[in-house]
């Protein structure tokens, strides 16, 4: 069973960047990957997603053009690069996995197969 450990959450001003990433504890290739998000009292809704290839991505409309996610196999890591940050942004980040080499749109939270504990990402005023 893969394990993945996500890093690089912390506090920001608003306008500002951070990279989180998720590192699994074996290979990826197999696995679309996304990065979903949980504000306090409030349900976990998807952030964005990346193909088993790389060759597709997908965005919460919330988070278009601002964040940005890709992968690097040979590292088993997953990033997300998220750029002018906003308070409604704020939330613990949570990264997941989808095996069978995936490549579609749909990443309903209970159709993940892996997740990582997550990190806390704080956007100030």
């Known amino acids: 069973q893969v394990q993945l450990v996500e890093s690089g959450g912390g506090e920001v001003q608003a306008g500002g960047s951070l990279r989180l990433s998720c590192a699994a504890s074996g290979r990826i290739t197999s696995y679309a990957m996304a990065w979903f998000r949980q504000a306090l009292g409030m349900e976990r809704e998807f952030v964005a997603a990346?193909?088993?290839?790389?060759?597709?991505?997908y965005y919460a409309n919330s988070v278009k053009g601002r964040f940005t996610i890709s992968r690097d196999n040979a590292k088993n890591t997953v990033y997300l690069q998220m750029n002018n940050l906003k308070p409604e942004d704020t939330a613990v980040y949570y990264c997941?996995?989808?095996?069978?080499?995936?490549?579609?749109?749909?990443?309903?939270?209970?159709?993940?197969?892996?997740w990582g504990k997550g990190t806390l990402v704080t956007v100030s005023s």
């Open positions: 990346i193909s088993w290839n790389g060759a597709a991505t």
């Open positions: 997941a996995v989808r095996d069978g080499y995936y490549s579609g749109s749909f990443y309903p939270p209970g159709g993940m197969d892996h």
